[in-house]
DNA sequence: CTACCTGCAAATGATTTGCACTATT
DNA sequence: AATAGTGCAAATCATTTGCAGGTAG
């Protein structure tokens, strides 16, 4: 289905309006579905469509959509949040490959971890409901850069 | 070894003085292994052992800490950066159960990732230098219980 | 009209920083 | 004396909130 369509039908079905503004917001985020924008760059991205657009906006819609479920919000400890669209209905399932030289973050749509999920529901009595894996290191193609140090410090693992 | 020598030694090798204040605050991390604190609970904590400890120089020893892969940091979307000590030299290797209902924290000391860093290396040329892997979910214990939404909007994946 | 949305500006809260002071070598 | 480390207060930065005005059903 047309994402827009699928998106526009969930706003309504609970209730909420899919504004110009609104729209604006999930046009910059599908246009940019590789990426993980944080509020800022949406911002940024959204004014040149909707210039009048306000900073309280973004954030009051990504957290709209956080709720509705169709960006995850997280935080990979370079200051601020950010924001990813989710794929289907209950595609939790990505994780992310960081690298510490070239700063490059791909995503990795596969699910690798369904056998530890039942294995924690085996040996922990814990049920998932959503997970997160990060891998940080670097691209063997990436190796022969110098180490860029810059926010290291401000590194979140 | 005991902890406190051994992270002695650290700080003497990249001549780092272990202050009094610096001890204290190591001391409140290793007697509360098991927890994750903020900031703001460490210095709470340190004040009972050393009253006029600034919170600025908490900041600016966790920080250090990090630098010296004594502590971690982490980020758990409650808006605070939290901490964790590491355990031995290079282990990196554990997971988090985040219950959705107590919010217990629970820390999983196994390495479950080895194959799959494995695969990274072999599959996309990525070398793994650390990783996070964080479950959210219920405990099967818990699921009587009302579900608690407090934090949940501010919740970060 | 009423309830939801928006924009703006002010408030908040975590973290950082400038600076003068202290302690250690 | 020189340097690293500290405490305090002020500054910064992301995010949230109050409120007055706007808009759609």
Redesign the interface.
């Known amino acids: 289905m047309d994402p827009i369509a699928n998106i526009s039908q969930q706003f309504a079905a609970q209730k909420y309006k899919l504004t110009p503004q609104r729209q604006a917001i999930v046009k910059v985020l599908l246009d940019n579905e590789k990426d993980h924008l944080s509020v800022e760059e949406v911002y940024m991205m959204v004014k040149n469509s909707y210039p009048h657009l306000g900073l309280a906006t973004v954030y009051r819609t990504l ?1 709209l959509l ?2 509705l479920h169709i960006v ?4 990979f ?1 370079d200051g601020v ?1 950010r924001y990813d669209l989710r794929g289907g209905d209950h595609e939790h399932m990505h994780h992310h ?1 960081i ?2 030289v070239c700063g490059r973050l ?1 995503e ?1 749509k596969e699910d ?2 369904l056998d ?2 039942k ?2 529901e085996r040996e ?18 990436c ?1 022969k850069t110098s180490c860029k140090r810059e926010k290291a ?1 401000k ?3």
């Open positions: 957290e956080c709720e995850e919000k997280m935080n400890g949040s490959l690298c510490s791909e990795i690798w971890l530890l999920e294995r924690l922990y009595g814990f049920q998932v409901s959503d997970h997160r894996l990060d891998f940080k290191g670097t691209y063997n193609t190796q410090n590194a979140v693992s």
